[in-house]
């Protein structure tokens, strides 16, 4: 496999508690990674073009002023350049010097189109707007991007903590073994530790899984063991996060069956939206 190197991290930021937990996570993995981070802010043009002025205004059989539409957007303007300072600032303190970008546009087609340039991008669990976006059928922006995205994406939680292990949960598929080859050169650069689950019934499969797993880990001579776990995988994941015994997971993004995750959910969504640790997740 080819070795992952993330010099360019994407951090996307609207001022939230959670955003700036991401931020923390970005100085400390950038730090460790020798890379370059860069703070997205986007003004989310559905609130200056979606439904809420349009319900307001013809509730009252009238069109919105423009100079109301303008002032709305100047203090959007304002409020980003603001977020972004403080972005920047908290770089600087830790003696990195980020670039910082501001653009309009929909939440999470920004974050695709800039998460391009970028090797990794991460991205808070929650956003400002968390409680009005709850979706069974459209998801979080973090689900969005995670479906969509070319590049890993890192979801972090609500809490700060300094990660010293991994886990990786391991089904054979192609992105867990992409997952494992993350995983495995984070490793080498880090020297965390990584304990791989595999959470299956079947003996056979466990045993030829744990093999597969050993023998690709083999020559990167990192500290690493295989255990496995009987059940449902999205309970069994986050049981095994609850535990304590990881600061990272990493994990394949979704599965061969899009219709049954639009409207189940999936193992993916479920973990990005329990974990309370950062989720690492590539396809």
Not at 167 to 180: E, R
Not at 185 to 208: E, F
């Amino acid at each position: 496999m080819k070795a992952m190197i993330i010099r360019q991290i994407l951090i996307p930021t609207d001022g939230s508690d959670y955003s700036k937990t991401a931020l923390e996570y970005g100085i400390y993995i950038g730090k460790l990674l020798d890379a370059q981070l860069t703070g997205l802010h986007i003004i989310d043009i559905k609130i200056i073009q979606g439904p809420i002025f349009s319900d307001i205004f013809g509730s009252v059989s009238l069109s919105p002023f423009p100079e109301f539409l303008t002032a709305i957007e100047k203090g959007l303007d304002e409020r980003a350049d603001s977020i972004l300072e403080t972005f920047r600032k908290r770089c600087e303190g830790e003696g990195l010097i980020p670039r910082i970008k501001k653009v309009t546009g929909i939440i999470d087609e920004e974050i695709l189109r800039e998460g391009r340039e970028a090797d990794l991008i991460l991205l808070a669990q929650r956003g400002e707007h968390y409680p009005l976006s709850q979706s069974v059928l459209l998801g979080s922006t973090a689900e969005a991007v995670v479906r969509k995205s070319g590049k890993p994406v890192l979801v972090t939680p609500g809490k700060f903590q300094q990660i010293e292990s991994m886990g990786l949960a391991y089904d054979g598929s192609p992105p867990a073994q992409h997952a494992l080859g993350i995983a495995a050169q984070l490793s080498v650069k880090t020297k965390w530790p990584l304990t791989v689950i595999l959470i299956t019934d079947h003996a056979s499969l466990a045993a030829d899984l744990t093999k597969r797993v050993e023998v690709y880990l083999e020559p990167f001579e990192i500290d690493s063991d295989v255990i496995v776990l009987r059940g449902k995988e999205e309970k069994e994941i986050i049981k095994f996060i609850q535990e304590g015994a990881v600061e990272l997971m990493l994990m394949g993004a979704y599965g061969t069956s899009r219709f049954k995750e639009l409207l189940l959910g999936s193992t993916t969504s479920y973990v990005i939206r329990n974990s309370t640790i950062p989720v690492l997740l590539t396809r």
